[in-house]
């Protein structure tokens, strides 16, 4: 039998939160620290000031601490190379990392990595150009040439608003000019994807893999766009749905073969390290899937709806991941449906106010409440980000799942609060 462990958790969005919630209920958590966390995971862990990216700082903190399992949640570190950091720290290599390398993180962290692996590996995914700012007039040239509408993405990281779906030429014109001359998104904009648009319907595929072995975990969809019915600018995501009625036996078979098995074994093939979950973002064309994009992380709404569903005691799941022992696993999955809805601060993804009071959570009935922009100051709740919080909840249909999650979302208040009220009215 496992002894119970200190546990250290990065991130401090709804994904930490939802995941905090999940990690504090097996018995296998000693204590569980987050940072930095809000004040959503301040209720059940106990909330650090370091930043995620201050491995040295983590590094000290996990001696001092006696951590034996650190998660990462957001991408940042992982891209940055914290595996990388904590395998060279002698006297820490007994921490559980869940975690990629830094080379297995570029997945995520290069769209033009992670393209010319997935067509050297015959992965499907859209055509693509890759291009540098000494290529501005070629990648004009390119976009010219190209049938509309074309999708620009920024190489980097770019806190999942560096990918522009240009209509027409001139609007595409202006995006590459805006990302690679004005640099846009900064060093994520350096280099420029330019891809072709894949006509279809998105979601989101969870592998939790510990480098041989791997589980898929339930599938979601996203809702990326700040209005109803899909329109206006991308966000970080407004509402997630699980399962995805679409998404049946014989695609998801599919998505196994022809994308999950093919990607593992090709890192395998270049020795990357590679523990911990990988993000598939999936366009359904016809009955066939088509690679979007990877993340090296869990997604955030998307979490919020995946963990509620999975049975099983996850730090269980995460320390036979660590052990390479996730063949031993039998992953249990909840068969109800899951709905979250995300209610932001007026103005996002663009400019918008914090430090709006948060009132009438005690009225939320029947709903997971996973905090991700919230502070709590002179034991007031405030709001302190874009999106602040999630209101998840299950049910054994899907309009009873979404109307529970809207009511929960409608009953909270903080001034010019804003929501989406379609969310998986669509896969009625």
């Known amino acids: ?195 072709q648009f894949l006509e279809g319907t998105e979601l989101s595929v969870f592998v939790l893999t510990d480098g041989k072995n791997y589980k898929i975990l339930p599938e979601a969809k996203d809702y990326k766009r700040i209005g109803e019915k899909d329109t206006g600018l991308n966000t970080g995501g407004m509402g997630a749905v699980s399962p995805v009625p679409f998404a049946d036996t014989a695609f998801m078979q599919k998505v196994e073969q022809k994308i999950i098995i093919p990607t593992l074994q090709a890192l395998q093939k270049k020795n990357i390290a590679y523990v911990g979950f990988l993000f598939i973002g999936l366009m359904k064309v016809g009955n066939e899937p088509y690679v979007i994009e990877f993340n090296c992380r869990m997604g955030d709404p998307e979490t919020q709806v995946v963990l509620p569903r999975i049975e099983n005691d996850l730090v269980e799941l995460l320390l036979a991941t660590a052990t390479q ?40 009935e029947n709903a997971l409440i996973f905090h991700a922009g919230t502070k709590l100051e002179n034991n007031q709740l405030l709001t302190n980000g874009g999106r602040v919080m999630a209101f998840t909840v299950l049910a054994k249909t899907l309009p009873e799942a979404i109307e529970k999650s809207q009511k929960a979302a409608e009953s909270v208040f903080f001034e010019n609060k804003y929501f989406r009220r379609d969310i998986g009215k669509d896969l009625f």
Request: proline share 5%; aromatic share 8%; hydrophobic share 40%.
């Open 1 to 195: 039998m496992y002894v119970c462990m200190n546990i250290l958790l990065l991130g401090s969005g709804g994904r930490e939160h939802a995941f905090a919630w999940k990690i504090t209920q097996s018995p296998l958590c000693e204590k569980l620290f987050v940072a930095t966390g809000n004040a959503g995971t301040a209720q059940i862990a106990e909330n650090v000031p370091i930043k995620p990216t201050d491995f040295p700082a983590l590094a000290s903190f996990c001696r001092e601490k006696n951590i034996q399992m650190l998660v990462v949640g957001n991408e940042e570190p992982l891209v940055a190379g914290i595996w990388d950091f904590f395998k060279q720290q002698k006297d820490l290599t007994h921490i559980h990392l869940i975690a990629p390398s830094k080379e297995g993180a570029r997945l995520e962290g290069s769209k033009n990595f992670a393209k010319q692996l997935m067509f050297e590996y015959q992965i499907p995914t859209a055509s693509y150009h890759s291009f540098g700012v000494e290529d501005f007039e070629k990648a004009i040239t390119y976009i010219y040439n190209h049938s509309l509408p074309i999708v620009l993405k920024a190489d980097g990281l770019a806190a999942g608003k560096g990918v522009l779906i240009c209509p027409t030429y001139s609007q595409a014109e202006k995006a590459l000019k805006e990302m690679l001359l004005d640099k846009k998104f900064g060093k994520a904009s350096e280099k420029i994807v330019i891809e």
């Open 325 to 364: 022992k996730l063949d031993t696993i039998e992953l249990k999955i909840k068969p109800e449906t899951a709905v979250t809805t995300i209610v932001v601060s007026a103005g996002y993804p663009e400019t918008y106010e914090i430090g709006k009071e948060i009132k009438h959570l005690e009225k939320v």
